[in-house]
């Protein structure tokens, strides 16, 4: 059964307060409401992590995962994290291959490969993002240009190494725009993707990777979009930067 998953990523925002604040809220609205087979995921700023793990304990719902690292352990990488300072810390998950991080920062499939390679040897488990802009949207190449993506950063992995990747399909024109792809938009991406998987693998593995939407996914329509066959949960943007609209995502199910 392929696991639920609901990701907070803060992005670039909140203080250490407010940081400590709402995971505070997060955590004590978790345990009494959110359904014990979905996994909820806290990725915030790195000056967080240590307070975010603090605050996340013990508890079975609520876990710590950052939003980039760099390919190596350590070195002259000026402004770059480690997996080893990640886990450290106790982090679990990892986001690559964000859309602001392949747009403003040239990550290539290949950087992504290596980093994928990184974290799942740390025991680690990344989540990797994926997706079209409006243009190859617009053009019909969309499908092909997501799973060229898979492809080129996932592919070399073996068999017992994709089942430990988590995949998060963004939509790049639907973030920050108010835009949403629909449900049906969204499971056909989603079936295209596992669909990919199983090419490549088989249909039993490509069965067992959770596949996550991340396109403005709110309180408002997250039903509907957990709802299809193939989508596994989101990755959230700015809906996570509020304790009460995180967790009535999470209770979407």
Same mark, same amino acid.
């Given at each position: 059964m392929r696991k639920k998953i609901v990701a907070g990523n803060w992005k670039m925002n909140l203080l250490p307060e407010e940081g400590k604040k709402?995971?505070? *809220?997060?955590?004590?609205? #978790?345990?009494?409401?959110?359904?014990?087979?979905?996994?909820?995921v806290i990725c915030p700023p790195f000056i967080h992590l240590e307070s975010v793990n603090k605050l996340t304990g013990d508890q079975e719902?609520?876990?710590? !995962? %950052?939003?980039?690292? &760099?390919? *190596?352990?350590?070195? #002259?990488?000026?402004?770059?994290?480690?997996?080893?300072?990640?886990?450290?810390? !106790?982090?679990?998950?990892?986001?690559?291959?964000?859309? +602001?991080?392949?747009?403003?920062?040239?990550?290539?499939? +290949?950087?992504?490969?290596?980093?994928?390679?990184k974290i799942l040897s740390a025991g680690m488990t990344p989540i990797f993002c994926c997706g079209e802009s409006l243009e190859q949207r617009? !053009?019909? $190449?969309?499908?092909?240009?997501?799973?060229?993506?898979?492809?080129?950063?996932?592919? &070399?992995l073996s068999a017992d190494e994709i089942k430990k990747v988590v995949i998060a399909y963004e939509p790049i024109w639907a973030i920050g725009?108010?835009?949403? #792809?629909?449900? *049906?938009? %969204?499971?056909?991406?989603h079936e295209a993707i596992?669909? &990919?998987?199983?090419?490549?693998?088989?249909? +039993?593995?490509?069965?067992?990777?959770?596949?996550?939407?991340?396109?403005?996914?709110?309180? !408002? $329509? #997250?039903? *509907?979009l957990f709802a299809c066959e193939d989508v596994d949960g989101g990755l959230i943007g700015g809906a996570s930067l509020k304790s009460r609209d995180f967790v009535d995502i999470a209770k979407s199910y």
């Open positions: 709402l995971t505070s *809220e997060i955590v004590n609205m #978790a345990g009494d409401e959110v359904p014990n087979d979905v996994t909820l719902k609520v876990f710590l !995962g %950052a939003q980039n690292c &760099h390919t *190596e352990d350590s070195g #002259a990488y000026t402004g770059e994290i480690s997996v080893p300072m990640l886990k450290a810390v !106790g982090a679990s998950y990892v986001i690559i291959g964000h859309s +602001e991080r392949r747009e403003y920062f040239g990550e290539t499939d +290949e950087f992504l490969a290596k980093k994928t390679d617009e !053009g019909g $190449n969309y499908v092909s240009f997501v799973t060229d993506q898979i492809s080129n950063s996932l592919f &070399h725009t108010g835009l949403t #792809a629909s449900p *049906e938009q %969204a499971q056909e991406m596992r669909k &990919h998987l199983a090419e490549k693998y088989n249909q +039993e593995i490509a069965n067992s990777i959770s596949i996550l939407y991340g396109g403005s996914c709110k309180p !408002g $329509n #997250a039903k *509907e």
